[in-house]
């Protein structure tokens, strides 16, 4: 993890020694190391209660998205909510490109749907609950508004998956599992796989 997350932010390569002349310039602030934080797992009832809205927006905020990006990609997922990892608060990243793309990286503070279109049904997973996949229908395209980690108000449409992705997302802020969306009788079959996991305590 070290490399990707701090390779990423190059400096000019010539300018140490003009700046070390000129002592009085701005030092530049370190980047904090990432913390990687440990995927909650279904049956922890904080995944289903709604989060909090995210009122401070401040350095901490802007370092605790770093960190949900980083755990995220960690655990090779395209999406995380504050409520994975212990927060009960309404804060999510996505970046449905797994880290490849930079530009791809999305943080949703306070996220909504203000409109979605068309319907996809697809196989669909949640890093809370590893190993088990169903089949969700979701709106093909969706526009939603939020915050960024700053507190700045955005906009932004999303199709297939990244539109999945905000869906599912966005549920999570809601104390929403993937799973209530599936049919009764492969939600039950799913749970009931869990809880044998559980008694094994291999979950
Ligand atoms: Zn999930």
Redesign the pocket.
């Known amino acids: 993890m070290p490399d990707k997350s701090t390779s990423s932010k190059t400096l000019p390569a010539a300018s140490s020694a003009a700046q070390e002349t000129a002592a009085v310039a701005a030092p530049e602030t370190p980047a904090k190391p990432v913390k990687i934080y440990p995927i909650v797992k279904f049956g922890d009832p904080i995944l289903e209660k709604p989060g909090a809205s995210v009122k401070k927006f401040d350095a901490d905020l802007e370092q605790l998205a770093e960190d949900m990006f980083a755990s995220m990609y960690a655990a090779q997922g395209v999406?995380l909510?504050a409520p994975?990892i212990g927060l009960s608060l309404r804060l999510a990243v996505v970046d449905v490109t797994a880290g490849k793309n930079p530009e791809a990286k999305i943080v949703l503070a306070n996220p909504e749907i203000i409109h979605a279109e068309g319907e996809v049904r697809e196989e669909e997973g949640?890093?809370?609950i590893p190993g088990f996949r169903g089949y969700v229908m979701r709106p093909q395209f969706v526009t939603i508004k939020a915050q960024n980690a700053k507190g700045e108000p955005f906009e932004i449409r999303g199709e297939n998956l990244l539109a999945r992705a905000f869906c599912?997302e966005i549920d999570?802020l809601n104390g929403i599992?993937?799973l209530q969306h599936l049919s009764m009788l492969k939600r039950d079959l799913i749970k009931r796989k869990i809880k044998k996991l559980r008694k094994l305590g291999e979950w």
Request: aromatic share 10%; hydrophobic share 40%.
């Open positions: 999406g909510a994975q949640c890093l809370s599912h999570h599992l993937f």
